[in-house]
T-cell receptor
Framework: AQTVTQSQPEMSVQEAETVTLSCTYD???????LFWYKQPPSRQMILVIR??????QNATENRFSVNFQKAAKSFSLKISDSQLGDAAMYFC????????????FGEGTQLTVNP | GAVVSQHPSWVICKSGTSVKIECRSL??????MFWYRQFPKQSLMLMAT?????????EQGVEKDKFLINHASLTLSTLTVTSAHPEDSSFYIC?????????????FGNGTRLTVT
């Protein structure tokens, strides 16, 4: 079974600084997708960024970028120029190519942004 | 963009009663929806996959007779917590796949906070 591990229950960053959230996963599959979701206090799940395993290039969405290391099964999220609105719980998620969209989530990292 | 509406956003019920939670795709047809459960400060755990016109597929350890799922139309899936008990108190979130392909984007509802007294 696939597992997703986020080893940092809590992280904090100063506004305008950069922070990196860690995620590792375990799978025997070669084709899969990785995601970072943000869950603010409203509890709404918001997709931050997505990475296809077959792509070597790291995904980027404005201030959010990932460092995808397929061999190491590592998928970290870097948030640049952190903003107060970035404060939320962040979940790393895995989806197998043939899983029919079933997501396996990590335990989550609570990010605090200090003004 | 694709919108998933979940109703109610919160509900309080007495132990032994049943509660129905609705998940609607407002501007797209969702042949597949997913139901998750989230305890405070914990991750989302998949409970079941809801397929339109067929029986739901439950994850291991989830009681299908307790958590009844109905997906009678392409825009609506319901989760009924039957004979609710305090340990069923949790945050329930649905998500819907916006297309027929396995890699079609997923969108989440706003969740339902269930409190059983």
């Amino acid at each position: 079974a696939q597992t997703v591990t986020q080893s940092q229950p809590e992280m904090s960053v100063q506004e305008a600084e950069t922070v990196t959230l860690s995620c590792t996963y375990d799978t025997s599959e070669s084709d899969y997708y990785l995601f970072w979701y943000k869950q603010p206090p409203s509890r709404q799940m918001i997709l931050v960024i997505r990475q296809e395993a077959y792509k070597q290039q790291n995904a980027t969405e404005n201030r959010f970028s990932v460092n995808f290391q397929k061999a190491a099964k590592s998928f970290s999220l870097k948030i640049s120029d952190s903003q107060l609105g970035d404060a939320a719980m962040y979940f790393c998620a895995y989806r197998k190519e043939t899983s029919g969209s079933r997501l396996t989530f990590g335990e989550g990292t609570q990010l605090t942004v200090n003004p | 963009g694709a919108v998933v509406s979940q109703h109610p956003s919160w509900v309080i019920c007495k132990s032994g009663t049943s509660v129905k939670i609705e998940c609607r795709s407002l501007d797209f047809q969702a042949t597949t929806m997913f139901w998750y459960r989230q305890f405070p400060k914990q991750s989302l755990m998949l409970m079941a996959t809801s397929n339109e016109g067929s029986k739901a597929t439950y994850e291991q350890g989830v009681e299908k007779d307790k958590f009844l799922i109905n997906h009678a139309s392409l825009t609506l899936s319901t989760l009924t917590v039957t004979s609710a008990h305090p340990e069923d108190s949790s945050f329930y979130i649905c998500s819907a796949r916006t297309g027929p392909l396995n890699n079609s984007p997923l969108h989440f509802g706003n969740g339902t906070r269930l409190t059983v007294t």
